[in-house]
């Protein structure tokens, strides 16, 4: 089977946290090519007004299409998809999944009906927020910290630098008070420091993420469309996972060992894309 005869995803986001995401897509569509988009010339998202996020998206993700057709298109971004999605779907045909804070998983789990929601600033203040909330968890204690070190720690991170330790302490303290004991990770960089947030809460017991879910619709789209899903020999027939990871601005230092360690090892990375609109 050709490459392309493979089911072929692009995943979109800010920065590196749509990582998170497409390592889950990898894991449960190994065979499947995945086209990694980081808008990073404009992160963070979180500080852009909605109607820019909306054009940017729209405008990267039309052209990202016309160099690689694909058969999904992933949000993998929460400020991103609370505000783009219709426009999206209004401009493609292709499938697309958005990301959003999984409250309703996280009330289904905590024991003592303390939740934290961790996102971005632009996030945490969405009415869409306050509505999943409503919705999923009226009878929580719900804590919600958007805090605008955590997004730039992760993209740090990836690029080979420590996360602050005593920092990213402060920025979650009000979990801690509050005493929760299931945190929302409402921004798709956040998995990417878990191991230092585990440090940070170790009283927390269930931390959750939107990753599985979105592989799982993922997953479901493609056997809907009668794509080839399922897992065979991917070695094979896949050199590399991701085919390309484009990114807007500089790609950041290190990246393609970054990616690696996630099991995204890619075949190509390119910054400063496109080089025309
Ligand atoms: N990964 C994006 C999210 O899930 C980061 C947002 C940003 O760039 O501010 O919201």
Redesign the pocket.
């Known amino acids: 089977m050709s490459e392309r005869e493979l089911p072929r995803i692009l995943v979109f986001?800010?920065?590196v946290?749509?990582l998170s995401v497409a390592a889950r897509v990898h894991e449960q569509l190994p065979t499947a090519s995945i086209v990694y988009l980081a808008d990073n010339a404009a992160?963070?998202?979180?500080?852009l007004s909605e109607s820019v996020v909306v054009e940017r998206c729209c405008r990267l993700i039309s052209k990202a299409l016309e160099q690689y057709p694909c058969d999904a298109i992933v949000v993998?971004?929460?400020?991103a998809s609370t505000v783009a999605l219709p426009n999206l779907r209004a401009i493609t045909d292709v499938p697309v999944v958005g990301?959003v804070p999984a409250v309703k998983p996280a009330a289904t789990q905590t024991k003592n009906r303390r939740i934290g929601i961790l996102?971005?600033p632009?996030?945490v203040r969405r009415p869409y927020l306050d509505e999943l909330i409503r919705e999923f968890a009226p009878d929580c204690q719900v804590e919600r910290v958007g805090h605008p070190g955590l997004?730039q720690w992760a993209e740090d991170l990836a690029r080979g630098v420590p996360v602050p330790q005593c920092n990213l302490d402060g920025a979650v303290r009000k979990l801690r008070d509050a005493g929760v004991d299931t945190v929302v990770l409402g921004?798709?960089?956040y998995p990417l420091l878990l191991t230092s947030l585990k440090q940070s809460l170790p009283e927390v017991k269930f931390w959750v993420d939107s990753g599985d879910a979105i592989a799982r619709r993922v997953v479901w789209l493609l056997a809907q469309a009668g794509k080839p899903i399922e897992a065979r020999e991917p070695s094979r027939v896949l050199g590399t996972p991701v085919a390309e990871a484009l990114f807007t601005g500089k790609a950041p230092a290190g990246i393609a060992s970054y990616m690696a360690g996630l099991g995204l090892q890619p075949k190509l990375v390119t910054g400063n894309w496109p080089e025309t609109l």
């Not at 992160?43 to 500080?47: I, L, N, S, T």
């Open positions: 986001d800010s920065g946290g749509g992160f963070p998202y979180g500080a993998a971004c929460n400020t990301v996102a971005t632009a996030t997004v921004c798709t960089h």
